[in-house]
């Protein structure tokens, strides 16, 4: 049961978009002026309401900082060349932040009030929304447990929040990976398929191994063999072989990337092969180290197309083919960024105009 969709707006007295240098946008430092919350009480979702981005008090024993009962989504908005604001695929994070929700325990968000509140900040905030090349709102919704209980069990009380960020890449440049076989992301029956907080921090410790070897990020590998590829630390990854794009089925152990179904669903429109297959490491390593790994690249919502320089697997490095010769990833990425921002024809529906 949820109130009507009453949304409260207290508006800053003075903005902070004088700080903004919109031609030099770090990720995720500088935060819009408002921000969305509601709360979870008595079997319920209630208090609809728009504050001005601040921090927010919590209890010591708030079970979340103990066991990291939270679920988030990434999502983004664009402008268009008259200055109006585009979601891109918002639905989609309505449904799957439910389905993150529900492995964690944490009760479902109506996509109504999913939607209804993300509309409404985004307008109020839609001077936030950078139009230079390259730019967009990172928009960032979550859901975390507020019982004040340190004892393990579900939580009767819960927050859900949005803030955003305006954003420019999330990687300045491609990206060398690491193919992990010693740490694991996700095993079958985990939350590997769900946004959750836990599944992200559980990462940190082997992505900052693999960055000291010189790598930005890992390709994780499945946790029982390390024989198949799965996903990578901020992002979906794909190969193209064979004039084939082959990426791993979005199974229980990997997220189901909207930003993959987009560049999977682009592909096909365009007769491109598809293979949604169990991918294994040895393929792509002999691919690599023979040179018929035409392309290589993340596909996420921050990350958007990461193209992939290095693969290292064991002890060796491999080096792929120039950026600019990378005909599939380049016009993908071309083809995204002109949906995104109404310039090319949104022939499967993605964009919502707030
Ligand atoms: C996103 O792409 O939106 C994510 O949530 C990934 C995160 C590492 C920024």
Wanted: proline fraction near 5%; charged fraction near 25%.
């Amino acid at each position: 049961m949820t109130d009507t969709i009453d949304i409260s707006i207290n508006k800053v007295n003075q903005s902070n978009i004088g700080t903004l240098d919109v031609h030099n946008i770090p990720f995720a430092k500088i935060y819009s002026d408002h921000m969305f919350e509601a709360d979870y009480r008595d079997g319920e979702w209630k208090n609809f309401r728009i504050v001005p981005y601040q921090n927010i008090s919590i209890s010591p024993a708030n079970n979340t900082l103990h066991y990291a009962i939270t679920v988030f989504e990434g999502m983004k908005a664009y402008k268009n060349d008259a200055g109006e604001v585009l979601l891109f695929r918002p639905e989609a994070n309505a449904k799957r932040l439910n389905i993150s929700a529900e492995r964690m325990c944490i009760p479902e968000l109506p996509e109504e009030l999913f939607m209804e509140a993300l509309t409404t900040l985004i307008k109020l905030d839609s001077q936030w929304v950078p139009s230079v090349p390259g730019t967009s709102l990172y928009i960032r919704p979550f859901i975390f447990a507020t019982d004040e209980y340190i004892g393990i069990r579900p939580s009767d009380t819960f927050k859900f929040m949005i803030i955003t960020c305006p954003v420019g890449a999330y990687y300045s440049a491609p990206v060398n990976v690491k193919i992990e076989t010693k740490f694991s992301r996700a095993m079958p029956g985990g939350t590997g398929f769900a946004k959750a907080g836990g599944n992200y921090a559980a990462s940190l410790y082997p992505a900052k191994l693999a960055k000291a070897q010189g790598f930005d990020q890992l390709i994780w590998t499945d946790a029982e063999t390390h024989e198949y590829i799965e996903e990578s630390g901020t992002m979906n990854v794909m190969f193209i072989i064979d004039n084939t794009i082959i990426t791993a089925p979005a199974s229980g152990t990997i997220l189901k990337g909207i930003t993959r179904d987009s560049v999977l669903t682009l592909a096909r429109d365009w007769g491109m092969k598809v293979e949604e297959r169990k991918v294994t490491v040895k393929e792509v390593v002999e691919a690599a180290k023979n040179g018929t790994l035409q392309e290589a690249f993340g596909v996420g919502t921050a990350a958007t197309i990461a193209h992939i320089a290095r693969i290292g697997f064991e002890d060796e490095v491999y080096d792929l083919g120039p950026i600019e010769e990378r005909e599939f990833s380049n016009k993908v990425l071309f083809e995204l960024d002109r949906i995104k921002t109404g310039k090319a024809e949104d022939k499967f529906n993605w964009m919502l105009k707030v």
